[in-house]
């Protein structure tokens, strides 16, 4: 089936730094969306992107839709340790149902005070 | 506005024995999911419901698996008999009812099993 893949698997980083991770499709979506997972809790929606090559801030996040509709990438700046979590890419595959999402593999990241 | 409720938040069970998950979303959500994540995996999708009717159930194990909603709110999702395969973490999500708000699902806790 359609598979989003996720890079990098997991991040080890120090607070302050900024982080990249992008999310990465053999087909087209039509719909990004960023979620967070904290440990024991369900995702969070963090940012959701409509439109081919549109960029959404939401505070010190930064996402973007790719402009080939087969890619997406999320920018942390500034990191700080309650950005730990793991970061999930999702979205409707065109053509397919609008209201079934299919997940990505994951980014993990810890951040080192 | 409370999010969504689930319960139990653990559950651990021996292969064979079934199991029952609850989930209450958001107040006036028509929409509601239950998702699987495995250890290490992005959730996927098992059942969506619209109202108190099955809007998508393709990827149900339909021969152990049976989810309802009876009265378009609360819902439960059941396991008969549970494999050890079905170790992971039971997620409910809801939304609103529309085209864009399908996409923004609200995601309650989640209901960790382990079947030993």
């Known amino acids: 089936g359609q598979q989003l893949n996720q890079s990098p698997q997991s991040m080890f980083i120090q607070e302050g730094e900024d982080v990249s991770m992008n999310c990465t499709s053999s087909s087209i979506f039509n719909t990004w969306l960023w979620y967070k997972q904290d440990p024991g809790e369900g995702p969070v929606l963090l940012i959701a992107l409509y439109k081919a090559g549109e960029l959404t801030s939401n505070g010190r996040l930064t996402a973007q839709f790719g402009i080939t509709r087969k890619d997406s990438f999320l920018n942390i700046s500034a990191s700080i340790p309650s950005d730990v979590g793991i970061y999930f890419c999702a979205g409707p595959p065109y053509g397919g149902a609008t209201n079934k999402l299919i997940f990505g593999t994951g980014t993990l990241l810890a951040v080192q005070p | 506005e409370a999010g969504v409720a689930q319960s139990p938040r653990y559950k651990i069970i021996e292969k064979r024995q079934s199991v029952a998950f609850w989930c209450n979303p958001i107040s006036g959500h028509a929409t509601l999911y239950w998702y699987q994540q495995i250890l290490g995996q992005g959730p996927k999708l098992l059942i969506q419901f619209q109202n108190n009717g099955v809007v998508d159930d393709s990827q149900l194990p339909k021969d152990r698996f049976s989810a309802e909603r009876l009265k378009g709110v609360d819902s439960t999702l059941k396991i008969q008999p549970a494999k050890l395969e079905d170790s992971a973490v039971y997620l409910c999500?809801?939304?609103?009812?529309?085209?864009?708000?399908?996409?923004?699902?609200?995601f309650g806790p989640g209901t960790r099993l382990t079947v030993l």
């Open positions: 999500a809801s939304s609103l009812y529309g085209p864009h708000f399908y996409n923004e699902q609200f």
